[in-house]
């Protein structure tokens, strides 16, 4: 079992910064493979970015303005979004891959862990 709690989202206007974070608890999380995804009212659940080891995956829509991160000593993922878009508002989720499937999970699918999310909201 692994639990996630996510937390720094919040209002932003287009332009800011924002760091969430999640953290989780259950069991090694070095050996967790985790990612990223958000979902907008009406849309499916997409995904934003994944860590493997030292490798990182992102969307072509948060390219080059987000960046994953972990600190293993917290048990912390971070979320870093910067030049922020209103169509980057969405609920963010964090997610975990505790099976260590092979390279980095850009699918929802390759996830069996995710914490409750937590909202940002870009205003123009």
């Known amino acids: 079992q692994v639990q996630l709690v996510e937390s720094g989202g919040g209002l932003a206007q287009a332009g800011d910064s924002l760091r969430l974070s999640c953290a989780a608890s259950?069991?090694?999380?070095?050996?967790?493979?985790m990612g990223w995804f958000r979902q907008a009212p009406g849309k499916e659940r997409q995904f934003v970015a994944a860590?493997?080891?030292?490798?990182?995956y992102y969307g072509d829509s948060v390219k080059g303005r987000f960046t994953i991160s972990r600190d293993n000593a917290k048990n912390t993922v971070y979320l870093q979004m910067n030049s922020l878009k209103p169509e980057d508002t969405a609920v963010y989720y964090c997610?975990?891959?505790?099976?260590?499937?092979?390279?980095?999970?850009?699918?929802?699918?390759?996830?069996?862990?995710w914490g409750q999310g937590t909202q940002v909201t870009v205003s123009s």
């Open positions: 259950g069991r090694p999380f070095v050996s967790i493979d």
């Open positions: 997610a975990a891959d505790s099976l260590g499937r092979p390279g980095v999970g850009v699918q929802k699918t390759e996830y069996d862990y």
């Open positions: 860590m493997s080891g030292a490798t990182t």
